[in-house]
């Protein structure tokens, strides 16, 4: 069975996709056999007269294992919204299951699972369940996005708190700098570093385009074990 990670943001658009590649990434360089997740994506592009998910096909240009997108993106809306009231818009409900199932499937394949959560950790996923419940259901180590902006100290310390309360493990976080003029960087990083109970994994630079590669080289998977 491969070893699996969870990884959440502390908001949407903070660079969940982007450190969630750079873990394939890296893991695909070391030799494993490595594939990323995204259990639940809204909001799709047209290119080539057909449908793309932007995050599903970054997540799969890092991977170094043929999966079919059923198991690597079970549940894929059209909306730009919440993933619960896009399902709703497209007359049907998102159920925890068959995501476990697929990522069991992708988890008998692969080394290393990579699964991206969507949205904030208590974004919601259905009526009665939230991104917090899949990463209960999946039982996974977490890894958290911190987009580094102002007010992100709050939303980090709160994030963390709520995976604790829910009984997973944190098992590192990656500061990805979002606002690279953002006042007393330095200060707001230790402050975390002091605050929350994992490692840092990295630093993820202010990035012209967004590389998993480029990315990869800014992060230190080995507190996540071999």
Not at 79 to 98: C, E, F, K, M, Y
Not at 133 to 162: F, I, N, Q, W, Y
Not at 199 to 226: M, Q
């Amino acid at each position: 069975m491969s070893q699996g990670l969870f990884v959440i943001g502390t908001d949407t658009g903070v660079g969940k996709t982007l450190v969630a590649a750079a873990l394939v990434h890296g893991f695909a360089a070391r030799g494993f056999r490595a594939v990323g997740m995204k259990p639940v994506t809204a909001g799709a592009e047209e290119a080539g007269g057909a449908l793309c998910w932007e995050d599903v096909e970054v997540l799969k240009a890092a991977s170094n294992l043929e999966a079919p997108l059923d198991l690597v993106n079970p549940y894929r809306f059209v909306p730009p919204v919440s993933p619960h009231l896009a399902a709703r818009q497209a007359g049907t409900a998102i159920d925890l299951a068959p995501i476990r199932d697929a990522y069991l499937a992708l988890a008998g394949r692969a080394d290393r699972v990579v699964v991206e959560g969507v949205g904030g950790f208590l974004a919601p996923l259905n009526d009665r369940e939230t991104a917090a419940d899949l990463a209960v259901l999946l039982d996974l180590p977490v890894v958290l996005v911190v987009g580094m902006r102002l007010g992100c100290l709050s939303h980090a310390l709160l994030t963390a708190e709520a995976v604790g309360a829910r009984g997973l493990e944190l098992a590192g976080w990656v500061a990805n700098r979002l606002d690279p003029s953002m006042k007393r960087f330095d200060d707001n990083l230790a402050t975390l570093q002091d605050r929350l109970a994992a490692p840092l994994l990295g630093v993820v630079p202010r990035l012209e385009r967004p590389d998993p590669a480029e990315a990869a080289r800014h992060l230190d998977p080995a507190p996540l074990g071999d």
